[in-house]
C-alpha cells in the first residue's frame, strides 16, 4: 500500500505519469505484499492446526464427561434397585 501510495505522490510531484515513474512504487508494493504473505500463510497455518487441536480436546472432555454421567446414573439405578434394610440387614 505504500509503494502504491508513494507512486502516486511521485507522479504528482513530476507532474506526469509514465511507466517509469510508477514502476518503483509498484515494485515497493510487490515486495511488501510477498513478504506480508510470508507472514500470513504460516500464521493461518498454525491457527487452523491450533483450532483443530482445541476442537478434537473438547470432544474428547464431552466424551470423557457422558460416560461419568452415564456411570452415575448406573450406580443411582442400581441404588433405587436394591431392597432398602434396615440396621439389622433385613429387608
Not at 512504487?25 to 500470513?40: D, M, Q, R, S
Request: cysteine-free; overall charge negative; hydrophobic content about 55%.
Amino acid at each position: 500500500m505504500v509503494g502504491i501510495v508513494s507512486a502516486f505522490q511521485a507522479m504528482a510531484a513530476a507532474g506526469a505519469g509514465g511507466l517509469g515513474t510508477v514502476s518503483a512504487g509498484i515494485a515497493e508494493a510487490l515486495v511488501t505484499t510477498a513478504f506480508g504473505l510470508l507472514v500470513a500463510i504460516p500464521a493461518v497455518m498454525v491457527h487452523n492446526a491450533t483450532t483443530g487441536w482445541i476442537e478434537a480436546r473438547t470432544v474428547d472432555m464431552a466424551e470423557a464427561s457422558n460416560e461419568l454421567l452415564d456411570a452415575v446414573a448406573r450406580g443411582l439405578d442400581a441404588r433405587e434397585a436394591a431392597p432398602v434394610r434396615d440396621a439389622r440387614g433385613a429387608a
